[in-house]
């Protein structure tokens, strides 16, 4: 760059940096270029080698070719480094080139506009900037009271019960200047990692390097700055409030030691013992299965160390933000310049005494700049793999743009941003709320499910959060795997990945316990691989809504199948487990019917998945969707694999054959997918199970064109008391793929805005700080859910490395975008879309090009469903007996409202209802319908003709929209007749309806 080419370039108001020699990105004729949009001018400034020493960029000007370079109005200031071509006032530093090309190409990444500024301070905590590290390490970052503010965090830190918790907090306050007042500034540039405070001539700047945090600030005159170590758990403490529903433990303490030269703490939970063994083998499981790296001899916290040390601290009781606690407070001497570092740490056998020296090291100028350049080439690596830029032309008039499309943009990458936190990490950031987690306060008042509160009153630490006790669940958990293979994450994937292969051999275990092979993944789990809800005996989960359902295991192997595909993971390692939840499934079903039956296949020779859950919805039930289209899609993947062992190929042949279909059937008469193909009980109704087959295992929808009419009817016919509730978007609910999976781009748009805009209900001041929904802030399934479905809205790729790429499946015309997403056959494809029209389109390899399907103005009608009138709507109807209480009517039952119902006497146990069509009507389906109280256990179905009773239909439990068709007959009178009854009858719904018309 700094050779005999001109680096600099102004035309039509666009600043260019070229390079003939360096392979950037978007290659012309006669080089390599960088272009910027807009009216952007980048001073480069570099009077020093100290960057603590350098003036600010807007007070010099530099010329090129002789032409000075003045700052037009509302040009964009980018302060960089400078070169040899630019005038003597500038001094040539060539060993800084690497690093002026990272930050090129990182502002190209990453725009500008997506910096986060903020012109006043917080009010606490909830209102914190995340700080990204890397392994794991992280902090909350906000200027409060004068002073700034740090929550030390690391993913690693898991105590002696296995509780993901805090490692401290920091304040760091300047003493001669009130930070917070006139023209104040804080911002995080997420192109290069930092976040930097300004006021006047103060300036300071935090940054990561790896997992130590380093603080720098500079001003003009010398002043002291106030450091501060505090934290919550400076002893054993009972009763702390750490979950919803008053949930309340003990949190053991932490050693602190403060000195002159800084602080160091940390929790060795060998200190504490905990009875690991006698939990595990509570559970049927043996002690040598469990990994390695657990919680016994794990070791966190952090050491700070100032340089120049301060004052002996003093130490006081706290009331910090919502806690009390401890702090050790000492003074430097007053300075221009101030540093301080922070090593985090959170490992087993982690050695807390190397941590001072380590934080110390970067204290050395030349290593901190070192650090700082693999920093940033690390940042630039990281935004280059892909990215989605939406309606950035709107920011060009209005920096703080509210047009939706640009902030889910925005924002989409800023929760990138916080994902990356954990590159390379040793375990899975946890979906509700990660290492960024925040106070509960009582300032967070909605933003999700009425039915979840969000404060749960005093004596709750920074360490709380909702559904602590569950730890990792898998169905939440697969938001912070899903996102990383279309961004081509596949150091934030391999946490989620190791997570799974480290514990097969517990889910090992759990299998034989039930007679099986293979391995089964319960959907709680612990550190440990454990069964936190209610462990039985055998391992698996006590609480009768999750006892079987074992799919999210699967979906994890679909998941790195798929990685596999796309980012060319490689899967010897993981080969086992993967094939081993289909072995699980194929040998337990086999055994579970064989000791009703005698047999081990179904009468149609298929696997029959019972007992089973559906997701946490369907109870006791058949071929649960999720398992059926997960069992299907593993296997199907598993026998693609060149690498596959020729006797496991056998064997999965043989078991391709035996799986079950998808459960179809008609539903308000119309051919619709079914959460089972039986269940007799209803948990949870937050999710639509029936789009499983759409989203993740595309057995139907936009990558199979013939299915969508059925996947369309399938979602337009769930059941109102059910789509109230799960046609939302809060949390991990994943409404804007399967609208992508629907072809629908008005739908998606709508489900978009409310998912990542996060302008409805914002909890939290910084703009990716999603939720909280079900779980706690920030929401991390809520973010990588919706980081998904923007990613399925512009490429929705069919599975293995030749399948069809559908771009634009559901994106709306009328948003601009720029995106680079990856595809299986470890393909790229990056397109940009301006004014409704696709302006470029570039695939790699090209040979992938012609898979390409384009969706724009090809998506078919969305024809709004309209249900069926039914025969016996509002009919008279008539009971054998009735509840004494009022609002208990026969005609109840169908009055079309599912959240109203007929309840017979209280000591009737069996019963019937009969209703007047009014004359002879051709009936071809009845649907009766049983929502709160499933207590039936036999019932018929007659209809009068001629004035006598005929049975059409007979069957056993009802539970929720039990359709039930019939070869049509002609009738006057119809009956419901529950033969019997556990308990009293309750019916929501018995409603008749006609035959259906092709």
């Given amino acids: 760059m700094c050779g005999s080419s001109t680096p600099f370039i102004i035309q039509n108001s666009k600043f260019v940096i070229s390079t003939p020699t360096l392979p950037l990105e978007g290659q012309t004729q006669g080089g390599f270029r960088y272009g ?146 006139e023209a104040f500034i804080q911002e995080l540039d997420p192109a290069t990692g930092a976040i930097t405070i300004r006021q006047g001539d103060f300036k300071a ?33 009972d009763g702390v409030l750490y979950d919803m529903f008053d949930r309340r433990d003990r949190f053991t303490g932490d050693q602190v ?162 994902q990356a936190a954990n590159r390379d990490g040793e375990l899975p950031l946890l979906f509700n709320g990660g290492i960024f987690t925040v106070d509960n306060n009582g300032r967070i008042k909605g933003n999700n499910n009425d039915e979840l509160p969000t404060f749960a009153g005093e004596g709750s630490t920074p360490d709380f959060r909702r559904w602590t006790y569950c730890y990792f669940m898998s169905q939440n958990q697969r938001w912070l795997g899903w996102p990383t293979l279309a961004n081509g994450d596949a150091d934030l994937l391999s946490p989620t990945t ?61 998941m790195n199948l798929q990685a596999h595909d796309v980012l060319g993971i490689p899967l010897d390692k993981d080969l086992g487990w993967i094939a081993g939840t289909v072995l699980f499934y194929d040998s337990f079903y086999r055994s579970e019917l064989k000791k009703r039956t005698g047999r081990e296949l179904g009468e149609d020779g298929k696997l029959v998945m019972f007992p089973s859950n559906g997701l946490e919805l369907a109870n006791d039930a058949t071929n649960p969707i999720d398992a059926v289209a997960a069992f299907s899609r593993v296997t199907e993947g598993l026998l693609k694999l060149k690498s596959l062992p020729a006797s496991l190929r ?90 992508a999976a629907l072809a629908s781009p008005e739908k998606a748009k709508e489900r978009a805005i409310y998912k990542m805009a996060n302008t409805a209900a914002p909890q939290s001041r910084f703009p990716a700080f999603f939720g909280p929904g079900h779980d706690w802030l920030p929401d991390f399934n809520w973010g990588g859910a919706g980081m998904t479905g923007i990613q399925e809205m512009l490429l929705a790729p069919e599975p293995g490395p030749n399948g069809k790429l559908n771009i634009f499946p559901a994106w709306p015309a009328e948003w601009d975008v720029d995106f680079k997403l990856h595809a299986p056959g470890q393909t790229l494809v990056e397109a940009s879309l301006k004014g409704g029209k696709l302006v470029s389109l570039k695939v790699t390899p090209a040979s992938r090009e012609k898979d390409i399907v384009n969706w724009l103005g090809k998506h078919p009608e969305w024809k709004p469903f309209a249900p069926r009138p039914a025969l016996s709507q509002g009919k008279p109807i008539t009971a054998s007996s009735q509840f004494t209480e009022p609002g208990y009517d026969a005609k109840l039952a169908n009055d079309g409202d599912p959240k109203t119902r007929w309840a017979s006497d209280f000591g009737a146990r069996s019963g019937w209802l009969e209703i007047d069509l009014g004359g002879e009507q051709e009936i071809g389906s009845f649907v009766v319908s049983e929502i709160e109280w499933k207590e039936t256990r036999k019932f018929t179905i007659e209809v009068k003709q001629n004035g006598t009773w005929k049975e059409v239909a007979r069957g056993t439990t009802i539970g929720r929209d039990h359709e039930i068709p019939i070869t049509p007959v002609k009738a006057t009178h119809v009956r419901l007749n529950v033969l019997e009854s556990s308990n009293a009858i309750n019916i929501n719904e018995f409603q008749v309806f006609p035959v259906v018309t092709p």
Avoid at 218 to 224: C, L
Avoid at 529 to 557: I, K, Q, W
Wanted: some cysteine.
């Fill in 650 to 739: 056998g064997r999965l042949a043989k078991i391709q054959e035996t799986i079950p279909p998808l459960p179809i059937s008609r539903r308000y008469g119309v051919k619709s997918l079914l959460p089972a193909k039986s269940w007799n009980k209803d948990y949870n109704i937050w999710e639509p199970i029936e789009m499983y087959a759409a989203w993740p295992y595309r057995l139907v929808g936009v990558t199979r064109p013939d299915t969508l009419q059925l996947v369309r009817d399938s979602w337009d016919t769930v059941p109102e008391d059910r789509a109230r509730l799960s046609k939302q978007d809060y949390s991990w609910m994943a409404n804007v793929a399967n609208m």
């Fill in 257 to 418: 030691t403060a000195s002159p030269g800084g602080f160091l703490c940390f929790h060795r939970n060998d200190d504490y013992p905990f009875d690991v063994p006698g939990i595990v083998r509570a559970q049927g499981i043996r002690l040598e299965s469990l990994p390695e790296k657990t919680t016994t001899g794990r070791v966190f916290g952090a050491a700070v160390c100032v340089d120049g040390g301060m004052s002996q601290p003093v130490e006081s009781e706290v009331r910090w933000q919502f806690w009390n606690g401890k702090a050790w407070t000492g003074t430097t001497p007053a300075r221009k310049e101030h540093l301080v570092t922070m090593r985090l740490e959170g490992e087993v056998g982690a050695d807390p005494k190397k941590w001072p020296a380590e934080a110390k090291s970067l204290m050395d100028e030349k290593a901190r700049e070192a650090a700082k350049a693999d920093e940033l080439k690390r940042w630039n690596e990281f935004w280059s793999r892909s990215h989605i830029h939406i309606n950035l032309q709107s920011t060009i008039d209005n920096r703080q743009s509210t047009d939706p499309g640009f902030l889910i943009g925005r924002n989409y990458q800023l929760f990138r941003y916080m």
């Fill in 36 to 181: 910027f949009p807009g009216p952007t001018l980048f001073l480069i400034d570099l009077d020093t080698h100290s960057h603590r020493q350098r003036k600010p960029v807007a007070e010099r000007f530099a010329t090129v070719n002789g032409s000075d370079i003045g700052m037009s109005s509302g040009a964009r200031l980018f302060p960089f480094y400078c070169f040899s071509q630019m005038k003597p006032r500038f001094h040539p530093f060539k060993h800084l080139l690497p690093l002026f090309l990272s930050l090129a190409a990182v502002v190209q990444a990453v725009p500008a506009d997506y910096k986060v500024t903020w012109t006043t301070p917080s009010v606490d905590s909830l209102d914190s900037m995340p700080l990204s590290g890397r392994f794991g390490a992280g902090a909350n970052v906000w200027v409060q009271d004068g002073s700034i503010w740090l929550y030390l965090a690391h993913n690693g830190a898991y105590d002696e019960t296995g509780r993901l918790l805090k490692l401290g907090c920091v304040r760091l306050t300047p003493k001669a200047l009130n930070l917070g007042g």
């Fill in 498 to 558: 190791r997570f799974y292969r480290d514990r097969a051999k517990v889910a090992a275990d759990r299998a034989h316990n039930q007679g099986a092979e293979g391995v089964v993944y319960t959907e709680p789990l612990d550190i440990r691989g454990l069964c936190p809800v209610g462990p039985r005996p055998d391992g698996l989960c006590g609480a009768e809504h999750l006892t079987y359902h074992f799919s999210m295991g699967v979906e994890n192997a679909w």
């Fill in 205 to 237: 700047t935090l940054w990561f390097a790896g997992e130590t945090l380093v603080y720098e600030s500079t001003a003009e005159k010398e002043a002291p700055l106030e450091v501060a170590f505090g934290t919550w758990r400076e002893k054993t403490k």
